[in-house]
């Protein structure tokens, strides 16, 4: 089914182009979370997790040679998902405890260390060196050897480690802290969040701007040859009957040649572009009454109220067979109702169906439209709009429909359109490169929603963001049939 889009760009929440948040983390010892693993046979399976202290070590212990890493990990939970990590500083003091570990030392040579991602999951109150978790390389932070016995490592980049975090929060559970060469006698050696001085725990800093949610808007209404409706035409003689090019969408319930009869209708929207894990923030379905005074008539409360359900249909169906005898199932589920009319020409406009319509996206096998009928199937009442047959354009059915696919912007790509923005951050220049042949047209907006920028684009074209205020922006190309949304940093 071929369908008309009109891709709208709305913020769910605002914020200034410069408002970055700092986030200042040093917890205790009832708040943090760190432990030391001794990787010497005897004690493996020990867990400590309530030292002062923060090791990479390999030395030997009574004789026998071992080696000492270390986990941390800080509450990232507060930075949502795809937020930009300007910048990420992590401070580690040297331990004031000369009678435990020691302190760092270069004994055999360099003591350069290596902070890196951890990967899998682990507890504080059971992690040991046996069990300890997984790490990649990916990003990870050298430390450089020491310069004295006492050397604090303060304002420690790992911007690039914390930005993997919060993009991977699945995947992440803080650092591991390792010699890069575990071959003793070398050893760092740093306070915990179990140290009693409380400006000697770890310390990280991060700087970052919250990540936005752009919605993703589709309106979709088809034509004869594109759109999916039909009448249910439940009288004897006519149940068998399809309606697939009908004109009109009844729900009615009447007498036909002197024979009591109810009619249904459905309608099913092409929805296969929205994920099914979208969040549907919005659906608007807009109904049109009849403009043909000679089929089944307009709406009507000849016997009483008119009141109509839309349900969901939850077998397949198909337009060209359907028929009353075979009409799919439904079911009740945020069925919408709609009051009965108050005149035979009322339309029915932006009627919210936004919970149904969830429930289309996230259960795409067991979902087929709307059945449209009336609430009370006794005879004479009815209810009466165009279908997607309608010669008047202006009178198919139509269904506006809203939804975001998770905390960051949506880049939603509805065609083979390809683009691309580098380097993305950027400082002073920012390339837009796409594989449209034809001219369009770039817009700029800040966080906000002014318009900062305006440039046609045919190919390839290179702006100049030097004027740029620093922080995330929206960039948005315009095709003839759609707009393609992209976010980038200005640094």
Not at 25 to 52: I, V
Not at 69 to 76: E, G, K, M, W
Request: charged letters at 15%; proline letters at 5%; a negative charge.
């Amino acid at each position: 089914m071929k369908k008309i889009y009109s891709l709208l760009v709305s913020l769910l929440f605002c914020i200034g182009l410069n408002a970055q948040i700092t986030l200042t983390l040093q917890p205790d010892a009832t708040t943090g979370k760190d432990a030391m693993l001794h990787g010497t046979t005897g004690y493996m399976d020990n867990n400590y997790c309530t030292d002062s202290e923060l090791p990479a070590d390999a030395w030997t212990f009574g004789g026998t040679p071992g080696v000492i890493r270390s986990v941390i990990a800080f509450d990232l939970s507060t930075i949502p998902v795809n937020s930009t990590v300007t910048s990420a500083k992590l401070s580690l003091y040297a331990t004031n405890d000369v009678n435990s570990m020691g302190q760092h030392s270069t004994a055999s040579g360099p003591n350069d260390c290596w902070l890196e991602r951890i990967t899998s999951a682990w507890d504080e109150a059971t992690v040991t060196w046996n069990t300890q978790p997984t790490t990649t390389t990916q990003n990870h932070v050298a430390l450089p050897a020491s310069t004295s016995a006492t050397e604090n490592y303060t304002d420690i980049d790992v911007k690039n480690l914390l930005q993997d975090m919060v993009n991977n929060p699945l995947n992440s559970f803080g650092f591991m802290f390792k010699l890069q060469n575990e071959s003793y006698y070398r050893r760092m050696n740093f306070c915990s969040s179990d140290n009693t001085t409380p400006n000697l725990r770890p310390k990280l800093v991060i700087t970052y701007i919250p990540s936005i949610a752009i919605d993703t808007c589709i309106s979709l209404q088809p034509d004869a040859s594109t759109g999916k409706d039909a009448m249910l035409h439940g009288t004897t003689g006519y149940m068998d009957n399809n309606y697939g090019t009908d004109p009109e969408l009844p729900a009615d319930a009447w007498t036909f040649g002197g024979t009591a009869g109810v009619i249904r209708s459905v309608i099913a929207f092409d929805l296969s572009n929205i994920p099914s894990n979208a969040t549907v923030t919005s659906a608007k379905l807009s109904l049109y009454a009849t403009n043909d005074l000679n089929s089944m008539g307009q709406h009507s409360t000849a016997s009483g109220p008119n009141d109509c359900w839309l349900e969901r249909i939850t077998s397949a169906w198909d337009q060209s067979t359907v028929t009353w005898n075979n009409q799919p199932t439904t079911t009740t589920q945020n069925h919408v109702s709609l009051p009965a009319s108050d005149s035979a020409t009322e339309n029915y406009l932006n009627i919210d169906v936004k919970a149904i319509t969830q429930d289309m996206v996230s259960n795409p096998s067991s979902s087929f439209g709307f059945m449209f009928k009336l609430q009370n199937e006794s005879y004479y009442r009815r209810m009466n709009f165009c279908s997607s047959d309608n010669t008047t354009p202006a009178l198919r059915p139509k269904l506006e429909v809203c939804y975001s696919t998770s905390n960051g912007v949506n880049e939603q790509l509805l065609t083979n359109y390809i683009i691309s923005i580098y380097p993305n951050p950027t400082k002073d220049n920012l390339t837009i490169e796409t594989n449209i042949n034809t001219e369009q047209k770039i817009e700029i907006t800040n966080l906000i929603g002014q318009t900062i920028y305006t440039i046609y684009i045919n190919k390839k074209v290179t702006i100049n963001t030097s004027a740029f205020a620093k922080g995330v922006y929206i960039l948005k190309l315009s095709s003839d049939k759609e707009t393609i949304v992209r976010k980038f940093v200005k640094e």
